[in-house]
Structure formats: structure tokens, C-alpha cells
């Protein structure tokens, strides 16, 4: 009976949400600190919450307790499962608790753990039941007070959420510190540090005249690495403040790196802890993708004090609420520190290369999603980079007033508590005079929508028509789906005279069906359609291959530019496949015109010239060839890089910068330089390798490094041996690097990729106990849609031993790693047989997580 309860998976609903029995207005921590055991005493002031008789339940994990005490004297209690029990007469009351855990041998990387000889916490879901007995929900909202006790030879900083108020030597080399959180937040936001750190420290001063200490904590060594973190800070904050009027609000903000981390960073109350690979920069370790990624998660995690921690989330269904929020917010201010259309191509790839796989898949949910397993498994590109497009959307709707408005509403009336997804919307209704009834359905349909686009043109009495019907596909649970609102921004341009035909519509198309006409189109008109990609869904048209080049050379709308250059390669590829040849003139052409075009930034020519992946290629097959769809990007490369070799090897000199400078000038150069060397190197031409291998071993920076490696490991050269080897040696110490030397292996588009991945899991640096270095090298192979599907079946294999292997350690971040074997619906007989025999595999492993279990029983459905 029991067993067989264990054995089905509990699955919370979001519809079961009731409030919580008990509050806790107030706890206060005391930590004896110790690697491998640690004293933590828990004293909470709890309160009945309505009228019940329920007794007061406090979750665990793994935690037994070794005194519990109710108003200071011995409570009677019991366990239920890993939860405690206690009976309580009245309203208001006193527990303790006392349990000991070893943070040295926490491999999950979930409450109190040990990463480098420091000792740090990761709260967010549930972890904060790891550390101690709580009502581990978000929303439970209370004040801490924080004691740490720790060696102060090891631990000689102890650091902890809010401000400090006091600190003191102990007995035996010790030393405590006592830090308060004046702000009630959840469990989920509760961390410390102690460790041996040093700190890079600023003064930021508030709009409103405040002067906040500014830290950011690394082991000494790495100091000279933060500047570019700290600098991203001070920018956050007062972007923060110019655009959306949200101010700090504590004494002190801190941020410390550790290496070992399962996600990217975490927005703990004043210390947010970081996976070191989002704070550490310098030109020789660190890519300008790597420096746009540190400020793009300092901006992040800091935005959270609002979007997050001032106002939280009711329930974990609402993740959303503060994860898609937070990425628009974030993704705005990246915007601003560079070219917003560059930066709305590089988000608008990495939605398609991950959440609308995700979207139709097995693993599809909606924004909001109603049930789950593990909630772990929801920190997905659904939540946070399609629900970020959700709050795009709205503020497309409202317009930016409207919008600033809505926001503000939305910060004011929800400060200090839990809110939902519905709160949001509500105000966004209320300050923007609108209804949004229909559009609520982004937040409960999953799948992407799909806008076919028909244009017509009735030359003799000047009129165009343009057709629009949507169809939104079934997703798992969800076979039937009503019409969304689609906010499309549509233009018309005249095809001989390249000018617009009226201003720019926005068109929200919220029927299955609707026509638009058009009047006084005297030329044939071109359709420039989801401009600014103003909704996340896939619009097909009847745009020829001439409208494409066209639209990429004179559509005034740079992201329209961009996707009509995309469009026509995909065509061209999609064509190359499916009927065994196509014709590269056009694409050629077309990149012939962008490349000479001087009024373009290079940055966004780097990304126009660019071919789609091979997994969106793969896409928008309805059986996915691996082996076809590389071989015809490869043979597309090789015209693009012969047809245009004089342009290639002119932007490559014309972008040579003689010193490192990280600025949007300096980036878009590199990226160019690059890109060219790419189709240098595709063309087959004979100096191909040596041009790598002299940037290779001339760079300044580690984005010209890499980038002549990348071409390298991609050949047939054996120059890539000898570079692999001085990029080994030059950085073996060096662990954010050495994870680029493994992930660069593992993407190579070499045939023998997946002999070589097997050999370096063998290698003496590789470790699946770190999440950084497992992901650089089974993350990045499970996404070489070349190598992991290779016929015989022995990627399939490989990723599968790794993930059973890995998923006794953390399972966290293997469940994440499951995605591309649950892909196996999109491949032919054969290779879905052998993947479906590994995910079946991994599911009969005893001991197997419930986050493993969750991801793997849903992909086999
Ligand atoms: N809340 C973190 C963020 O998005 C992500 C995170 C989730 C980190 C869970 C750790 C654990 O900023
Ligand atoms: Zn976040």
C-alpha cells in the first residue's frame, strides 16, 4: 500500500492552490557552520491563518530533527514522510527546531552546499527544506534574522541576506556575524555565504539620494576579473530606475561567484549568488558573448529586487510572473547598451533554438502551467523566453506610456506580497483602457502559433488583400485550441520603387480568419509581415524568393531585414533537402548586396549572413534527415564562400581591430571577422587553416581565439591537434576555459565528433560533478544535431550512460538534459527506435529521480 502510493509520482495542481494554514511573520537563524556537519537552529514565530484546526506543518527533505520545542518547552510531533508535524492549541507560537546536515557531501547543489572550500546556499524552488523545517511555499512571507558561526581562518567572510548589524570573535578561532532582512520575503530567497573571498566594491548612489555598498565576492584571484560584473551593476541599477522608476532599497547589495552552480545566478534579498561563468571577464578568458552575458544576468538577477522579491510569486504556477517579466526587462536593457535590432535577432534565434522545439514537444506546457511533477523541471525557455515574449506583447498593446503605467500600478499595488500572473494582466487591463479577456489564452495554450499570410494585388484598381488565418497545434493534454491575439506589425513596400506603401499597422488578429485591403497600391506590393518579430509564432506567406532578397535589402525595419534573409535561406535549404537541389543564386546574391551595403553595422551583417542551424532547418521537416540537412548547409557554405571570396576576405581585413575594446563597435567587428573567416574556410580555400591558426595564435581577446579554434576543430586541418593543445596548456588552470576547450569539441561538425566526446568524458578534467563542465560537454553534444544522431545509435548511447551517471549526483541538472533524446518523434523509424530504447532505458534505472522520472515518462508518451 505504501509502496504503491511511492511509487505513483504526486503531482501538484495549480487549481488545488489553497492559502496557507500557518504564516511566519518572523524567524531567526542560527548556523554553526561546518563543512561536513553543520548546527542549524530554526526559531519561528507562527500564526493560525483563518479559522482551522489544522495542525502546523513544516516541510523537510532529508532533514531529521534533533529538538523540537513549542513556547520553549518539548512539543509533542510526528513525521509525515519528510514533513514535521506539530499539533498547536492556539493562534500564535513559538517553535524551534534543531537538525544537522553535511553541506560537503550535497551534490544536488540545493541548500547548503560546498563549492571551491566555501560554503554557500541555493533556496529556489525548494531547497530552503534541505537546510531547515519551514513552510517551503512563496508565499510565506517573513522576516530573518541570521546568526553564522563559523572558523574564521577558513571562513573569513560570512555574508548573508539584508544588512549586517553585528560581528564578533568565538571561542576555538571562531567568529559569528548577524545579519537582518528588514523586507518579509519568501524561503525561496533566503542565502548565505561563508568563505574565503575578497570583494570589488563600489558606492552606488539611488535616485533618490541613498548611498548603497556595492560588492562583489570571488577568491582573491579572480578580482581582477569583476570590473565588467560590477560596472554592469551600477548600469542595471540606474537603468532600473530611468525605465521603470524601481529604486534599491537595502543599505548593502552582493553578489558572489561560485563555481559550481545548476542554473545561472539566483536572486537571493542583497546577496545574489552567482555561477562564476556569469561574473568573470576578462578579454583573455572571456567572449564578447560572455561579456553580454555577465551584464545580461547582473541585469537579471538585480531586476528581480522588484520583479521577484518585492512583489513574489503566490505559487510556483506563477513562475512566470516574475521569470518572463524579468527576461523583458532584461533583454531591454541589453537593448540599450548596444543595437536593439541585433539584439532582438539574437533573442529572437534563441527562442526558436530552444522554446519552440520545446513547444512542440513533449515536454510542451503552457506560460502558466496547470500541473507538475517536479517543479524544478519548469525553469524552462517557455516560462522565462515565451513569457517574456507575453509581456512583449502587452506592452506592443498598450504602447509605452501605457505600459509604464501598467507597471507601476502592478509594483504598487502588489509590494510586499504574493502575486499571480492574473494581477499582472489585471493591470495591464486596467492602466492600459483594454481587454485583454481573449489574450489570457498565451498564458493557459501551449504550442506556437502558426499565421499563414496570403497577399494579393489587383493592379487595375490600385487595391491589395491580404489574408491572415492562425491555427494554434495540439500540445500534451491540449488537442483543441481557440484563436489567440497576434499582435502583427505589418508594412507594404512598393517592388519597383522599394518605397513604403503607407505606414506601418498593427494588426491584432484575434479570429481564426481575417482579410486587410489596402488602398492606392499602384506597384506590385511586398509584404513585410511580424516586423520586430512583434509575435512569437511562425507565419508562412507566399513570398517568392525574389520578395525575400528584396524585403533584405529594402525593408526599413532592420529584424524584417534579417528574417526575409533568413526566410529565403531556409527555402533554399528546406528545398535543397526535400527535393535534392535548389538553386544558391538568390541567397548568394543576397548576401553579395548585404555585405556591400556601408550604411549596415557590422554586427548586423554578421548576423544576416549567417545560415540557419541545423536544427531549425530540421524544424520545419516533417522527418528530420541529420546527415542531408548538414551535407546541404555544407554545400551552401562552400557556394556562399566561393561565389563571394573577395568580400569575405575584404570584410575580414576590413574588421581586423588592432586592440581588444569591448563596445558595440569593437563586437560587431569581431563577430564579422569571424563569420568571414567561417565561409573562408567553407570555400575550401588552401590558406583556410593557416588564416585560423594566425588569428588562433595572434588574438588579444578570447573572441578572436576562439573563433580561429572553431574553425579549426570544425576542419580537416591537423593544425586543429596542435591549437587544442596550446589551448589546453594556456588555460588547464583556468575552469570557465576549459569548459569553451570541451564544448567546443563537442559542437564540431567533424565526422569522428562522437568518438571524440566519448574519449574526453575519459579525460582526467572532465567531471559530471560540476553542472558547468557537464553541460560544455554532454549539454553541447546533445544539441550537435550532426554527431548525437548519428545512425548508429552510439550518440543516443553516450548521452544516456552520462545522464543515468550524472543523475545520481544532481538531478537537477540532468533532467535538463533530456530534451533532445525525447526529440524522437521528428526522426526516422530507426533512430526513434534507438532513442526511444535509451529513454526506456534510463526509466528502468532503480533510484531513478523524481525529476529524471517526470522528464523521461513525459517523453516516451
Ligand atoms: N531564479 C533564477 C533566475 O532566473 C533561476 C534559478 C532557479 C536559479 C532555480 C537557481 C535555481 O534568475
Ligand atoms: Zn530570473
Not at 529538538?67 to 508535524?85: F, H, N, R
Not at 485591403?517 to 506590393?525: I, L, N
Not at 545522464?803 to 525525447?822: E, H, R, S, W, Y
Given at each position: 500500500m505504501i509502496d504503491a502510493l511511492a511509487a505513483t509520482p504526486h503531482v501538484t495542481r495549480r487549481e488545488d492552490y489553497?492559502?496557507?494554514?500557518?504564516?511566519?511573520?518572523?524567524?531567526?537563524?542560527?548556523?554553526?557552520?561546518?563543512?561536513?556537519?553543520?548546527?542549524?537552529?530554526?526559531?519561528?514565530?507562527?500564526?493560525?491563518?483563518?479559522?482551522?484546526?489544522?495542525?502546523?506543518?513544516?516541510?523537510?527533505?532529508?532533514?531529521?530533527?534533533?529538538?523540537?520545542?513549542?513556547?520553549?518547552?518539548?512539543?509533542?510531533?510526528?513525521?509525515?514522510?519528510?514533513?514535521?508535524?506539530?499539533?498547536?492549541?492556539?493562534?500564535?507560537?513559538?517553535?524551534?527546531?534543531?537538525?544537522?546536515?553535511?553541506?560537503?557531501?550535497?551534490?544536488?547543489?540545493?541548500?547548503?552546499?560546498?563549492?571551491?572550500?566555501?560554503?554557500?546556499?541555493?533556496?529556489?524552488?525548494?531547497?530552503?527544506?534541505?537546510?531547515?523545517?519551514?513552510?517551503?511555499?512563496?508565499?510565506?512571507?517573513?522576516?530573518y534574522r541570521v546568526k553564522m558561526t563559523a572558523d574564521k581562518a577558513r571562513f573569513p567572510v560570512l555574508l548573508a541576506n539584508g544588512d549586517p548589524v553585528a560581528q564578533g570573535d568565538a571561542a576555538d578561532g571562531k567568529h559569528w556575524a548577524e545579519w537582518h532582512d528588514p523586507f518579509p520575503k519568501p524561503c525561496y530567497l533566503f542565502a548565505l555565504v561563508a568563505g574565503d573571498l575578497a570583494a570589488n566594491t563600489a558606492t552606488f548612489t539611488t535616485l533618490s539620494g541613498r548611498a548603497v555598498k556595492l560588492g562583489i565576492w570571488v577568491r582573491t584571484a579572480d578580482l581582477p576579473k569583476t570590473d565588467h560584473a560590477l560596472h554592469a551593476l551600477k548600469l542595471s541599477m540606474a537603468w532600473d530606475e530611468k525605465v521603470y522608476g524601481r529604486e534599491y532599497d537595502l543599505d548593502v547589495f552582493n553578489i558572489v561567484a561560485v563555481d559550481d552552480f545548476n542554473f545561472g545566478a539566483m536572486e537571493n534579498k542583497g546577496l545574489n549568488i552567482f555561477n562564476s561563468r556569469y561574473i568573470l571577464a576578462d578579454p583573455d578568458t572571456a567572449t564578447d558573448y560572455d561579456y553580454d552575458a555577465v551584464a545580461a544576468v547582473v541585469a537579471h538577477e538585480y531586476f528581480h529586487n522588484w520583479s521577484g522579491n518585492r512583489v513574489t510569486c503566490r505559487d510556483w504556477f506563477q513562475l512566470s510572473l516574475k521569470e518572463g517579466f524579468t527576461v523583458y526587462r532584461d533583454q531591454g536593457f541589453s537593448a540599450d547598451q548596444g543595437s536593439e535590432a541585433v539584439k532582438r535577432i539574437e533573442d529572437v534565434r534563441g527562442l526558436r533554438a530552444a522554446q519552440f522545439p520545446e513547444d512542440s514537444g513533449p515536454l510542451a506546457h503552457p506560460v502558466r502551467p496547470d500541473e507538475y511533477v517536479e517543479i524544478s523541471n519548469f525553469y524552462t525557455a517557455t516560462i522565462y523566453n515565451k513569457g517574456a515574449e507575453v509581456i512583449r506583447m502587452m506592452a506592443t498593446i498598450l504602447g509605452p506610456q501605457k505600459f509604464r503605467a501598467a507597471t507601476d500600478l502592478y509594483f504598487q499595488r502588489f509590494d510586499g506580497t504574493a502575486a499571480t500572473c492574473e494581477d499582472f494582466v489585471a493591470c495591464m487591463e486596467e492602466a492600459g483602457g483594454t481587454d485583454l479577456t481573449q489574450f489570457r489564452r498565451w498564458y493557459s495554450q501551449a504550442g506556437t502559433p502558426r499565421v499563414t499570410a496570403t497577399l494579393?494585388?489587383?493592379?487595375?484598381?490600385?487595391?491589395?488583400?491580404?489574408?491572415?488565418?492562425?491555427?494554434?497545434?495540439?500540445?500534451?493534454?491540449?488537442?483543441?485550441?481557440?484563436?489567440?491575439?497576434?499582435?502583427?506589425?505589418?508594412?507594404?513596400?512598393?517592388?519597383?520603387?522599394?518605397?513604403?506603401?503607407?505606414?506601418?499597422?498593427?494588426?491584432?488578429?484575434?479570429?481564426?480568419?481575417?482579410?486587410?485591403?489596402?488602398?492606392?497600391?499602384?506597384?506590385?506590393?511586398?509584404?513585410?509581415?511580424?516586423?520586430?518579430?512583434?509575435?512569437?509564432?511562425?507565419?508562412d506567406t507566399n513570398r517568392s524568393a525574389a520578395d525575400l532578397a528584396f524585403l533584405s535589402a529594402h525593408d526599413d525595419d532592420p529584424f524584417a531585414r534579417y528574417e526575409a534573409m533568413q526566410q529565403l535561406m531556409l527555402d533554399t535549404l528546406v528545398a535543397a533537402v526535400t527535393q535534392g537541389r535548389a538553386d544558391h543564386g538568390p541567397v548568394i546574391e543576397a548576401v553579395a548586396n548585404t555585405l556591400a551595403d556601408p550604411a549596415l553595422d557590422k554586427a548586423f551583417v554578421a548576423e544576416a549572413v549567417l545560415l540557419p542551424s541545423d536544427s531549425f532547418i530540421g524544424d520545419q521537416l516533417p522527418v528530420v534527415d541529420p546527415e542531408a540537412i548538414f551535407q546541404k548547409r555544407e554545400a551552401l557554405r562552400r557556394d556562399l564562400g566561393k561565389a563571394l571570396e573577395q568580400q569575405w576576405r575584404a570584410a575580414y581585413d576590413a574588421a581586423k581591430v588592432n586592440r581588444f575594446e569591448y563596445s558595440p563597435a569593437g563586437k560587431g567587428a569581431r563577430r564579422l571577422r569571424t563569420v568571414s573567416l567561417g565561409y573562408i574556410n567553407a570555400s575550401g580555400a588552401p590558406d583556410g587553416a593557416d588564416l585560423a591558426f594566425a588569428q588562433f595564435e595572434g588574438a588579444d581577446n578570447m573572441t578572436d581565439r576562439q573563433g580561429g579554434l572553431t574553425s579549426l576543430v570544425n576542419s580537416a586541418s591537423d593544425k586543429r591537434i596542435a591549437a587544442l593543445d596550446i589551448?589546453?596548456?594556456?588555460?588547464?588552470?583556468?575552469?570557465?576555459?576549459?569548459?569553451?576547450?570541451?564544448?567546443?569539441?563537442?559542437?564540431?561538425?567533424?565526422?569522428?565528433?562522437?568518438?571524440?566526446?566519448?574519449?574526453?568524458?575519459?579525460?582526467?578534467?572532465?567531471?559530471?560533478?560540476?553542472?558547468?563542465?557537464?553541460?560544455?560537454?554532454?549539454?553541447?553534444?546533445?544539441?550537435?544535431?550532426?554527431?548525437?544522431?548519428?545512425?548508429?545509435?552510439?550518440?543516443?548511447?553516450?548521452?544516456?550512460?552520462?545522464?543515468?551517471?550524472?543523475?545520481?549526483?544532481?538531478?537537477?541538472?540532468?533532467?535538463?538534459?533530456?530534451?533532445?533524446?525525447?526529440?524522437?518523434?521528428?526522426?526516422?523509424?530507426?533512430?526513434?527506435?534507438?532513442?526511444?530504447a535509451e529513454l526506456e532505458r534510463i526509466l528502468a534505472t532503480p533510484g531513478l529521480s523524481k525529476d529524471m522520472t517526470e522528464q523521461v515518462s513525459k517523453s516516451l508518451e
Open positions: 489553497r492559502e496557507p494554514d500557518w504564516l511566519v511573520p518572523e524567524i531567526t537563524l542560527d548556523f554553526e557552520l561546518d563543512p561536513a556537519a553543520t548546527r542549524v537552529r530554526a526559531t519561528l514565530s507562527v500564526t493560525r491563518n483563518g479559522n482551522h484546526d489544522r495542525p502546523l506543518r513544516l516541510d523537510g527533505d532529508g532533514l531529521t530533527p534533533l529538538s523540537v520545542k513549542a513556547d520553549g518547552t518539548d512539543a509533542v510531533y510526528e513525521m509525515d514522510g519528510p514533513a514535521l508535524v506539530v499539533a498547536l492549541p492556539g493562534d500564535d507560537h513559538i517553535i524551534e527546531t534543531e537538525v544537522e546536515i553535511a553541506p560537503e557531501r550535497n551534490t544536488q547543489l540545493m541548500g547548503l552546499y560546498a563549492s571551491g572550500g566555501n560554503l554557500c546556499t541555493q533556496c529556489e524552488a525548494e531547497g530552503f527544506r534541505r537546510i531547515t523545517f519551514f513552510p517551503d511555499r512563496p508565499d510565506v512571507l517573513s522576516k494579393e494585388h489587383e493592379a487595375g484598381d490600385g487595391r491589395a488583400h491580404l489574408k491572415l488565418r492562425q491555427s494554434v497545434p495540439p500540445t500534451p493534454g491540449q488537442p483543441d485550441k481557440a484563436p489567440m491575439v497576434l499582435p502583427l506589425r505589418i508594412k507594404l513596400f512598393g517592388s519597383q520603387t522599394a518605397t513604403p506603401v503607407g505606414e506601418e499597422q498593427l494588426v491584432l488578429l484575434s479570429d481564426g480568419d481575417a482579410q486587410l485591403s489596402f488602398e492606392g497600391v499602384t506597384e506590385r506590393p511586398v509584404l513585410s509581415i511580424n516586423r520586430g518579430f512583434s509575435a512569437p509564432v511562425i507565419v589551448f589546453y596548456n594556456r588555460y588547464a588552470d583556468n575552469a570557465l576555459v576549459l569548459d569553451k576547450w570541451f564544448q567546443t569539441q563537442a559542437l564540431a561538425t567533424r565526422e569522428d565528433t562522437a568518438e571524440a566526446v566519448e574519449a574526453l568524458a575519459l579525460h582526467r578534467d572532465f567531471t559530471l560533478a560540476n553542472p558547468n563542465r557537464a553541460r560544455a560537454l554532454v549539454g553541447a553534444f546533445a544539441v550537435n544535431q550532426r554527431a548525437f544522431h548519428s545512425g548508429d545509435g552510439r550518440g543516443y548511447r553516450f548521452v544516456a550512460d552520462q545522464l543515468i551517471a550524472l543523475d545520481k549526483l544532481n538531478p537537477q541538472t540532468a533532467a535538463k538534459l533530456v530534451p533532445p533524446l525525447g526529440r524522437w518523434k521528428r526522426f526516422d523509424a530507426a533512430r526513434a527506435a534507438k532513442m526511444r
